[in-house]
């Protein structure tokens, strides 16, 4: 690894770490780890089912995932895909490296498969939580200049029953990456020690 590329990663990781502890101050965080979050479904005699979604205000999600997009964005220098090809490029011990790697597998492998709770299908599509990340983050929060994401989120928002489903599985997806960043961010300070010495 040449000085450049070494500062490079540094600066990165920095960043990382930076922003990781930005999301853990936010208000989305302490709602989903304070309060009673989910779906309550009721229904009184000879009316509708109401399908009730508790947890975070828009705005707290709106925040949020200004921060999140940081990680997930494949252009963002920070993001954790740019991070793992860094420590696959670097000098850093290989038990260091593979816990990276292993720990990004292992998010990517819950965001490539369907909630383990409840599954939701729309038009015939089985969505993973990968899915319902990128629709409700690029068709309505932080992009919402991707035709095809915003069609597919305003569908979703018209139909009642799915909407609150798909709501929660998002603040849920986020919650668990949010986790996986914790643990990334305690491997980043491990590798920070090494790289700055």
Do not use: C
């Amino acid at each position: 690894m040449d000085a450049q590329a070494k500062a490079d990663m540094i600066e990165a990781v920095e960043l990382f770490n930076n922003k990781a502890d930005k999301l853990s101050r936010s208000d989305f965080i302490k709602t989903m780890f304070g309060k009673d979050t989910g779906i309550t479904v009721s229904q009184n005699a000879g009316e509708p089912v109401q399908f009730i979604l508790r947890g975070p205000t828009e705005t707290e999600i709106d925040a949020f995932i200004l921060t999140f997009r940081f990680f997930y964005q494949p252009n963002e220098r920070s993001s954790i895909g740019k991070i793992a090809d860094a420590y696959r490029g670097s000098d850093l011990e290989p038990s260091l490296k593979d816990e990276f790697i292993a720990s990004v597998d292992e998010l990517n492998k819950f965001l490539d498969n369907p909630p383990d709770d409840f599954q939701i299908e729309f038009k015939g599509e089985l969505l993973t939580r990968r899915r319902i990340l990128e629709i409700f983050m690029y068709g309505d929060l932080a992009h919402a200049n991707k035709a095809d994401k915003v069609k597919i989120f305003n569908e979703w928002s018209s139909v009642p029953g799915h909407f609150p489903f798909a709501q929660n599985e998002f603040n849920y997806t986020l919650t668990k990456s949010f986790q996986v960043i914790e643990y990334l961010k305690t491997l980043n300070e491990r590798a920070l020690e090494k790289l700055l010495k």
